[in-house]
T-cell receptor, first 113, second 115 residues
Framework: AQKVTQAQTEISVVEKEDVTLDCVYETRDTTYYLFWYKQPPSGELVFLIRRNSFDEQNEISGRYSWNFQKSTSSFNFTITASQVVDSAVYFCALVSGTYKYIFGTGTRLKVLA | DVKVTQSSRYLVKRTGEKVFLECVQDMDHENMFWYRQDPGLGLRLIYFSYDVKMKEKGDIPEGYSVSREKKERFSLILESASTNQTSMYLC??????????????FGPGTRLTVL
């Protein structure tokens, strides 16, 4: 069975702090894709990154970075120097084999000014 | 810009009513999805469609049906609404990518309340 676990239900940080959101996944497939989405208070999910199982390179995009480690089945997301606008619910998702994207339960990030 | 629109942001219905939620995408995407989002449960897939008139059950299809008569439109139908179907409903679409999987584009959601 496939599963995505986001153990952190809610995280609060003060602006400019770094924060890491954890994502642990389970799958028996060797080919799979992982995603991160952001859901701001307005409600619409916004795509952040896609990574396939054959590409373990870490990625950095501005203040955002992602650490993909197959050995620990994790795909963690770090925000450097957090800002109030980063406040949102963040979802990690997994898909392989079919179009059944599996989402984690989300992590609510609150960045306090 | 990819745009996924949903017919209503908020909807209030009575138990037993037939409810239609409409979703339209303007980017010629082959794949379309319906999810419901509930606190503490994340997003759960109800149905998806990879082509016109094609549909596949997701993880929680009970009590729902779907229709895809045109490529750009994917409808979710609650045949007889019940209070446990009160939820946020999200529609998404994605471009077919062969053996790969593209990102999904989401609509703004419909918050359905069944009284």
């Amino acid at each position: 069975a496939q599963k995505v676990t986001q153990a952190q239900t809610e995280i609060s940080v003060v602006e400019k702090e770094d924060v890491t959101l954890d994502c642990v996944y389970e799958t028996r497939d060797t080919t799979y894709y992982l995603f991160w989405y952001k859901q701001p208070p307005s409600g619409e999910l916004v795509f952040l990154i896609r990574r396939n199982s054959f590409d373990e390179q870490n990625e950095i995009s501005g203040r955002y970075s992602w650490n993909f480690q197959k050995s620990t089945s994790s795909f963690n997301f770090t925000i450097t120097a957090s800002q109030v606008v980063d406040s949102a619910v963040y979802f990690c998702a997994l898909v392989s084999g079919t179009y059944k994207y599996i989402f984690g339960t989300g992590t609510r990030l609150k960045v306090l000014a | 810009d990819v745009k996924v629109t949903q017919s209503s942001r908020y909807l209030v219905k009575r138990t037993g009513e037939k409810v239609f939620l409409e979703c339209v995408q303007d980017m010629d995407h082959e794949n379309m999805f319906w999810y419901r989002q509930d606190p503490g449960l994340g997003l759960r897939l109800i149905y998806f469609s990879y082509d016109v008139k094609m549909k596949e059950k997701g993880d929680i299809p009970e009590g729902y049906s779907v229709s895809r008569e045109k490529k750009e439109r994917f409808s979710l139908i609650l045949e007889s609404a019940s209070t446990n179907q009160t939820s946020m409903y999200l529609c998404a679409s994605s471009l077919f990518a062969g053996l790969a999987y593209n990102e999904q584009f989401f609509g703004p959601g419909t918050r359905l309340t069944v009284l």
